[in-house]
């Protein structure tokens, strides 16, 4: 079983280390005076090396101007309070000419998935609205018709979609348009490109990609159910979140620690869904982000990831322990499209098709 690391109590990969970073340097210098002078915020990114997880703070760099000292060694001193209390969630690295990386661990990344597959993530995001449900399932009327845009109430998981979402269809199809005669500028409309009573949802065939995906990631989670690989229960009613009863932990580490499922499509699936956590969680830091990119990027990642990565099969029988790593990949992308679907980008997230 994976350890349990502070990811615990940091959703987002980026706030654990923000944190961490905040706590190094309050030992070092005055936080304070540094977070004024830079608008509160400490210099921090992801990298987008394909081959492992990294983070890269500039925040030495920073220090050096304001106490005229060397970059590499205001980094050294940092780093080594970092390499003291989190060795094992980074390996840190100093870069000339005062970068400070930080490249996640296996376990780290073993116990950050883990708690994407047991739900407690985007726990801040969903908890806004005060009542304990997501702005996605509050307000639905107490009877609304058994079909969505002619699509079955049994495609939502048993539940009707959310009242502010909208129907996504498959490329050059025309939905009508119920509220109004006008479809973009009248009382009703639904505010996109459109016109004479129909409304055209744009960028279509993209958007109906990212639910194929996460209907693909529903399905995949039912056979896993039904060939014994996991327990499920029903998809929660306030969240629309499959959640894992059996086996408690999933195996994400080998013998040696390293993460079962290291194919690069793997990877590349992990740092997709580690890259829009961030965004979700850190929404300060993350400036303006292109929700719709966000979920059309996971989705891609998927789709290579499941073209590359099987579960069933050979796989399932010789390696089940690296069957169960990946299919608990698919829950935690089927955890995070859900939410950029329905909360983000306002879509239904449908679990079949």
Same mark, same amino acid.
């Given at each position: ?109 073993? #116990?950050?998935?883990? =708690? +994407? ?6 726990? *801040?995001?969903? &908890?806004? $609205? @005060?009542? %304990? !449900? ?35 269809? #498959?490329?050059?199809? =025309? +939905? ?6 006008? *479809?973009?500028? &009248?009382? $009703? @409309?639904? %505010? !996109? ?161």
């Amino acid at each position: 079983m994976h350890k349990k690391l502070q990811v615990s109590n940091n959703t987002a990969i980026k706030q654990l280390i923000y944190s961490h970073l905040l706590s190094a340097l309050s030992i070092y210098t005055n936080t304070d005076s540094i977070l004024s002078r830079e608008n509160h915020k400490i210099p921090l990114y992801k990298s987008r090396d394909i081959n492992r997880i990294l983070y890269i703070s500039g925040v030495a760099l920073q220090l050096s101007k304001s106490q005229n000292r060397n970059a590499i060694e205001i980094a050294c001193a940092i780093a080594s309070h970092l390499s003291a209390n989190c060795g094992d969630e980074f390996i840190i690295e100093i870069v000339p000419p005062g970068y400070i990386h930080f490249v996640l661990t296996d376990p780290i990344l073993a #116990a950050w998935l883990q =708690r +994407l597959v047991e739900g407690r993530w985007g726990e *801040g995001e969903r &908890g806004r $609205g @005060g009542d %304990g !449900e997501s702005s996605a399932v509050r307000g639905f009327p107490a009877l609304r018709s058994q079909c969505v845009a002619g699509v079955p109430k049994a495609a939502f998981g048993g539940k009707l979609p959310p009242k502010t979402c909208r129907p996504v269809v #498959a490329p050059g199809v =025309r +939905l009508a348009n119920p509220e109004g005669e006008r *479809g973009g500028q &009248g009382e $009703g @409309g639904m %505010g !996109e490109r459109g016109g004479q009573g129909e409304t055209l949802i744009e960028n279509s065939s993209h958007l109906f990609a990212v639910q194929y995906a996460h209907a693909r990631c529903c399905s995949l989670m039912r056979l896993a159910e039904q060939e014994g690989l996991i327990q499920l229960n029903e998809p929660n009613t306030s969240s629309g979140m499959f959640c894992v009863i059996s086996p408690s932990s999933i195996a994400w580490l080998n013998c040696d620690r390293k993460l079962r499922s290291c194919h690069s499509a793997s990877f590349r699936l992990i740092s997709q869904l580690v890259q829009v956590v961030d965004d979700l969680e850190c929404p300060d830091q993350a400036g303006s982000v292109n929700w719709e990119k966000a979920a059309i990027n996971l989705s891609q990642a998927f789709e290579v990831f499941w073209c590359n990565c099987r579960i069933w099969g050979e796989v399932k029988i010789t390696s089940p322990e690296l069957s169960q790593a990946r299919l608990g990949l698919v829950i935690a992308t089927q955890s995070v499209l859900r939410f950029l679907l329905e909360e983000k980008l306002a879509i239904f997230a449908l679990v079949e098709l």
